[in-house]
């Protein structure tokens, strides 16, 4: 599975279990839909979650007039994700996930996401690197 298919999968199966409260396993089974199973794609999931008070402390500095429970929960998953990625992943360059990111937010967000996503997360990025 491609990292872009796999960020995909990532994020449709944490958007089940902030939004539906379902378990993360059958949250992957549901958004793999009969596909075989990404280690990348679990360590996002997994990870993500476990992580997810650090993550959210990482986050909330940078919310310029919002708090992280008003963001839209799309918006949210996916800052919580890429923030997981950028600490967490050491393999892939802090650039290649804010450009994941912003292009999942495209995706699956509104017309202002990509644009909110991109500002935060590059924040984020300067604060991790130093």
């Known amino acids: 599975m491609k990292r872009r298919t796999a960020r995909e999968k990532a994020l449709q199966a944490l958007f ?3 939004v539906s409260k379902t378990d993360p396993n059958e949250a992957i089974v549901h958004a793999l839909d009969e596909q075989k199973s990404d280690q990348f794609m679990e ?3 997994f990870g993500t979650i ?3 008070k650090e993550l959210d402390e990482l986050i909330t500095p940078h919310l310029v007039n ?3 429970d008003r963001l839209a929960n799309i918006d949210k998953t996916i800052l919580r994700m890429a923030v997981y ?3 967490y992943e050491h393999d892939i360059p802090a650039n290649v996930t804010l450009d994941e990111a912003v292009e999942l ?3 699956f967000g509104d017309e202002q996401s990509s644009k909110f996503i991109n500002g935060v997360l590059s ?3 300067k604060d991790i690197e130093n």
Do not use: P
């Open 50 to 52: 476990e992580h997810e």
């Open 123 to 125: 924040k984020i990025k």
């Open 43 to 45: 360590s996002l999931v």
């Open 16 to 18: 089940q279990v902030n």
């Open 66 to 68: 919002w708090t992280i």
């Open 105 to 107: 937010a495209k995706a």
């Open 85 to 87: 990625e950028l600490k």
